[in-house]
């Protein structure tokens, strides 16, 4: 079994305003992108409910990074440099 400590975390503001700006779609992004790449046990997804930034939405933070204004672009752009250091 993966050890948790050693995966990364990616959490989802799944709060109603992130949700229906984007993380939704984000979401399945990240599952679609952990799937294909075969990293389901080296990155863990979670969800979280609204951190108070609506504004700066949709929020997401990744291995600990907080992102504002994410999209499926930039997303899959983060989720390839993650990949490039967890293997
Ligand atoms: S819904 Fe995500 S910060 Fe408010």
Redesign the pocket.
């Known amino acids: 079994m993966a050890d948790d400590n050693n995966s990364t975390e990616v959490v989802v503001?799944l709060?109603?305003?992130?949700?229906a700006r984007g993380n939704s779609q984000n979401l399945a992004v990240v599952e679609e992108y952990l799937l294909h790449h075969g990293m389901q046990n080296s990155v863990r997804v979670t969800g979280c409910l609204?951190?108070?930034?609506?504004k700066r939405?949709?929020?997401m933070v990744v291995g600990g990074e907080h992102h504002h204004e994410m999209d499926p672009a930039r997303l899959r752009e983060i989720l390839l440099a993650l990949s490039s250091g967890t293997s």
Do not use: H, L, T, Y
Not at 15 to 19: I, K, N
Not at 50 to 54: G, S, T, V
């Open positions: 503001c709060g109603s305003s992130c949700f609204c951190q108070d930034e609506c939405g949709p929020n």
